[in-house]
């Protein structure tokens, strides 16, 4: 079983006994949320994120790594990697290191890439919508909705990146899954197109840092 499915799992799970206050994301009003996720992602206007570089430890000459948490299982973290030109950090994002890259990428850190997502959100009672955006405004979206991303890869074979994302908002219980399908050869390329699919407004209980 997948991180994505395991976690998916938990949570639904875990829907059933709220802790600490959490706000519970009632099962009759998902599909409500589930469509105004989608009517603001449409209309969102970037302004562009400015995540800033902390804490960089390096790891070997000239890689250098970022570590801001796990969530639920240490495999599913906010880990980014970073090299440094002239004083400046630039994001990891080669097909030389794919796990480093895909991680720097979905954790909010595009740098100049310009990459864009077909995107399917899986509904309430199996509806679904799709949609094309660009991943920097997707990361963008989900972060201004106070959500903290984590990924975790789940597989990469014969070229393809199989990564889920969970956007995280714990103070108000919910979180938005995402499983990524990148070529590796993308990660060379400073555009293209990834596979994602969306399971938007899942209820949460707990979150590890």
Known sequence: MT???????????????????????PEKDKPELEQAFWDGLQVFIPKGLDLPVK????????????ENGWYETESVQNTAFFRKALFLWQPVCESARPSESVMTQLTGHTGKKRYTVHLLQHR???GKAETEIPLALLLEYCIHMGCTPYVGIESLAEGIIDASLFMV???????????????????????GLLQAEAYTFTPINNLKQ
């Open 55 to 66: 804490n960089a430890k390096r790891i070997e000459k000239n890689l250098y790594v970022m």
């Open 124 to 126: 309430y009672k199996f």
């Open 169 to 191: 908002n714990s103070e108000a219980g919910f979180c938005h899954s995402f499983r990524f399908t990148i070529d590796q050869a993308l990660l060379d390329e400073e555009e």
């Open 3 to 25: 991180i994505l499915c395991l976690l998916v799992f938990w949570l639904s799970c875990g829907a059933q006994a709220p802790q600490g206050g959490k706000i519970i994301v």
